[in-house]
C-alpha cells in the first residue's frame, strides 16, 4: 500500500514577514483557501491505494498539524515529532519504521508539505511510473522538466532508460550558474531535483543501513524508544538528537546503485521566495498580485499583499514585493527578495522576536493576539475555543486583570471556581493558581491585562495541561 510521507519541518524564512518560526510557510494559505500543507495533503490523499498520511513536524507545529488536517477532514497515520532538527534523511527513517509496524511492504511517497503542484493529473501519472519502479526496489526521485535556466534549484541527470519516460540516475549536481543553467536547458538531460520521492521503505532503510549506519542507527534508536503523547508520537530526544544532520540526497540518493528519476511537468514550484509566488501566482493585466485591501496606480509586476489592518497603495513603481502584518512591513525589489533572510538573520542578532512569532499567536485552546505593550503592562486579546481549556498555572512575576468580551469563562482562581460572563471582569494575582476554561458552544473572547516587571512568555509554571505541554 502507499503511505504518502509529509515532511512539515521547514522555517520558510525567505517569506518573512508572513512565514515565521511559530507558523511557517507550510501552513500558510497562500494561494487558495487551503495551506500548502493542506494542499499537499488532498494531493496525497486522491492517490490509488493512499493511506492517511504521516507526518514528520517540529514540536512546536504538532497542534497546528492536527488542527489542519482535522479541517480537512483527512485521518492522520501518524504525527510524528522530531526533537530537533536533523534534516531528512532521519526523519524519513523514522517514518518507514513507522509505516512498516503496520504494512512490512510499505510503500512511500515522500513530499515536502510546502510544494505547490498545479497539474495534478501529470502528478498522478508520475506516481504511477514511479511505484512500478518502486514494487523493483529503485529508490525514485521525481525530477522537474525544466523549462527555464534556473540557478536555484540542485538538478539531476539522467542516464540510461529504465522503460517509458523513466531513468537511472547518472548524478546528482549543485546548483549551477547561469551559463550552467543554462546549458543543462538545452541538453535537455537534466531535471531539477523536486525533493520528492518514491520507495519502498525497507529499500530505504537497507540502503541507509549500507550508506549512513549512524543515521540508521539513531533513526531505529529513537523510534524503538518513541512515545505516545496524546495523537502524536514522540521520537527520542536523545538518540535522534544522536543522528547525524543530512538529507536523503547526500547519505543516499547520491550513493546508492539503485537510483531512479521520473522525469514530469506538473506546474511545480517550492515556493522559495516572494518572486517564485508571483511567478506561480494569477496576476492583472499590468502584472501586479494584489491581496486584500490595495490600490494601485502606474504599478506592474509587483506583489503587494495587505493585511487586514490597513490598506496598501502604491503610485509609479515596478518590480516590487510589498507584504503587511501586523508588525511588520517588507518592502524589496523582485531580484533581491533571495536576501530576505538576511534580514531575519539581523533580527536573530539584535534579539528581537519578529522572526519567531507573529503578533497574533495560535495555541492548541485558541489564540492570542498582543494589541499594546509598554514599561511594566502588555494588553493581549484572547479567544479561547468552545470546550478549551488553558493550563493550570502560575507567574512569579505578573499579576493580571481579565474582561470578557463575549461569551462565558470560566475561571480557577486558587481554591475559586466561577462564571464570568460579557463585560464582567476578575483579578489574578501574582502566584496565585489559575485557569481559564471555556466549557460554552461558542467561543469567549477576553481582554487580558498584564502587569509586573516581567512580562515574558517563559514566566508560566504549568502545573495541569490537558495539551500535555510541560
Known amino acids: 500500500m502507499l503511505h504518502p510521507v509529509i515532511l512539515s519541518g521547514g522555517s520558510g524564512t525567505r517569506l518573512w514577514p508572513l512565514s515565521r518560526q511559530n507558523q511557517p510557510k507550510q501552513f500558510l494559505s497562500l494561494i487558495g483557501d487551503h495551506s ?7 494531493r496525497a490523499n486522491a492517490l490509488p491505494d493512499a493511506q492517511p498520511p504521516i507526518t514528520v513536524c517540529a514540536d512546536d507545529h504538532r497542534f497546528m498539524v492536527g488542527e489542519q488536517l482535522q ?18 534523511a532521519p526523519a524519513i527513517a523514522a517514518a518507514a519504521l ?10 512511500l511517497l515522500v513530499m515536502p508539505a510546502d510544494h505547490l503542484i498545479e497539474d495534478e493529473a501529470a502528478f498522478r501519472e508520475a506516481v504511477s511510473a514511479a511505484r512500478r519502479l518502486g514494487d523493483e526496489h529503485w529508490l525514485v526521485a521525481f525530477g522537474i522538466r525544466p523549462d527555464y535556466a534556473e540557478t536555484g534549484y540542485g538538478y539531476i541527470l539522467r542516464g540510461a532508460a529504465l522503460g517509458e519516460d523513466s531513468y537511472r540516475i547518472e548524478r546528482f549536481v549543485e546548483k549551477p550558474d547561469l551559463a550552467t543553467a543554462q546549458r543543462y536547458l538545452d541538453e535537455g538531460t537534466y531535471a531539477w531535483n523536486s525533493g520528492m520521492f518514491l520507495f519502498r ?12 549506519p549512524a543515521i540508521h542507527a539513531a533513526a531505529r534508536a529513537a523510534f524503538d524508544a518513541a512515545h505516545a503523547d496524546l495523537d502524536f508520537l514522540r521520537l527520542d530526544a ?7 544532520s543530512d538529507s536523503i540526497d547526500y547519505a543516499v540518493m547520491e550513493k546508492t546503485d539503485r537510483a531512479a528519476v521520473v522525469p514530469v511537468s506538473c506546474g511545480w514550484s517550492d515556493i522559495g521566495s516572494w518572486s517564485s509566488l508571483w511567478s506561480v501566482a494569477q496576476r492583472d493585466a499590468d502584472g501586479n498580485r494584489h491581496e486584500g485591501d490595495v490600490i494601485s496606480v502606474d504599478t506592474r509586476d509587483s506583489l503587494v499583499r495587505a493585511s487586514d489592518r490597513r490598506m496598501i497603495a502604491t503610485l509609479g513603481v515596478e518590480d516590487l514585493v510589498i ?14 527578495v533571495q536576501d530576505v533572510k538576511i534580514i531575519v538573520d539581523q533580527l536573530k542578532a539584535a534579539g528581537r522576536t519578529e522572526h519567531l512569532f507573529h503578533r497574533k499567536v495560535y495555541r492548541p485552546w ?8 509598554g514599561p511594566r503592562f502588555q494588553v493581549k486579546k484572547i479567544v479561547v475555543k468552545p470546550g478549551a481549556a488553558l493550563s493550570l498555572q502560575k507567574h512569579e512575576h505578573r499579576a493580571e486583570h481579565w474582561i470578557v468580551v463575549s461569551g462565558v469563562a470560566e475561571v480557577t482562581c486558587d481554591e475559586r471556581v466561577f462564571e464570568l460572563r460579557e463585560n464582567e471582569s476578575t483579578y489574578i494575582p501574582r502566584g496565585s493558581v489559575h485557569r481559564l476554561r471555556n466549557r460554552g458552544s461558542e467561543p469567549v473572547e477576553l481582554i487580558e491585562v498584564q502587569s509586573g516587571g516581567y512580562l515574558g512568555e517563559d514566566d508560566i509554571v504549568r502545573l495541569e495541561d490537558v495539551y500535555g505541554r510541560s
Open 323 to 336: 507584504v503587511d502584518t501586523a508588525d511588520a512591513t517588507l518592502v524589496a525589489r523582485k531580484d533581491r
Open 98 to 107: 513507522h509505516a512498516l509496524a503496520g504494512d512490512p511492504d510499505a510503500l
Open 201 to 212: 521503505a525497507r529499500s530505504y532503510l537497507d540502503e541507509l543501513a549500507q550508506r549512513a
Open 366 to 373: 485558541g489564540s492570542y493576539d498582543s494589541i499594546g505593550v
Open 71 to 88: 479541517a480537512i477532514g483527512v485521518r492522520s497515520g501518524g504525527i510524528l515529532l522530531e526533537p530537533v532538527a536533523r534534516s531528512t
Open 36 to 42: 500548502l500543507f493542506q494542499e499537499t495533503v488532498l
Open 238 to 244: 536523545d538518540a535522534f538528537a544522536a543522528s547525524p
